[in-house]
């Protein structure tokens, strides 16, 4: 598997922001997003044994798999490798892909471009780039985000949210706090 980092800090999105988690990016992604803040080229080569190994070193019980694209990673093995070191296991993916089993926590973030294979998540979170939303009804969310992109737009995401009272605002706190 290609790993562009594995870090700890708090989850800076959605439904868990504020929560301590280990990071694992993954990298390379099926879509090209402009406003990506993942470098695609960069990273190493890591095995399951090797990625388990870097997350045991860090304390927190919350495991967030992201990118790039992670689905076009992740393996059951590797959600069960986690889950035996006791921890919750949650996936930021643009739902393009299949997911293995054995994830606790789907959040589904669609991208322009990209077909969604998922019919359900626990999570739907959108970056708010004025498009329409209609697209997003078939996904069965218990929780729906909408994202200004990169803070850029907070404004007009805004004023969508009051016009759409069944989604919520999540702000990349991560950037506003200067924190990885």
Wanted: charged residues 25%; glycine residues 8%; negative net charge.
């Amino acid at each position: 598997m290609k790993v562009n980092e594995i870090f700890c800090s708090l989850q800076g999105e959605g439904f868990w922001t504020g929560t301590p988690s280990v990071f694992i990016r993954f990298s390379g992604c099926n879509l090209r997003c402009g406003f990506c803040d993942t470098r695609h080229e960069d990273g190493q080569e890591m095995t399951e044994a090797e990625i388990l190994s870097a997350t045991a070193e860090y304390r927190a019980r919350h495991v967030v798999l992201t990118g790039g694209e992670p689905s076009l990673q992740v393996t059951a093995s590797l959600v069960q490798g986690l889950h035996r070191q006791g921890r919750r296991v949650a996936i930021e993916t643009n739902g393009t892909h299949p997911l293995p089993e054995g994830i606790d926590w789907i959040t589904c973030s669609p991208k322009e471009g990209g077909r969604v294979v998922l019919s359900r998540a626990d999570e739907l979170k959108v970056v708010y780039l004025g498009q329409d939303f209609s697209q997003y009804d078939a996904i069965e969310a218990r929780w729906r985000f909408v994202q200004p992109c990169s803070c850029r737009n907070t404004e007009e995401c805004v004023a969508w949210l009051m016009q759409h009272p069944d989604w919520r605002l999540s702000l990349q706190t991560h950037k506003i706090l200067n924190i990885r």
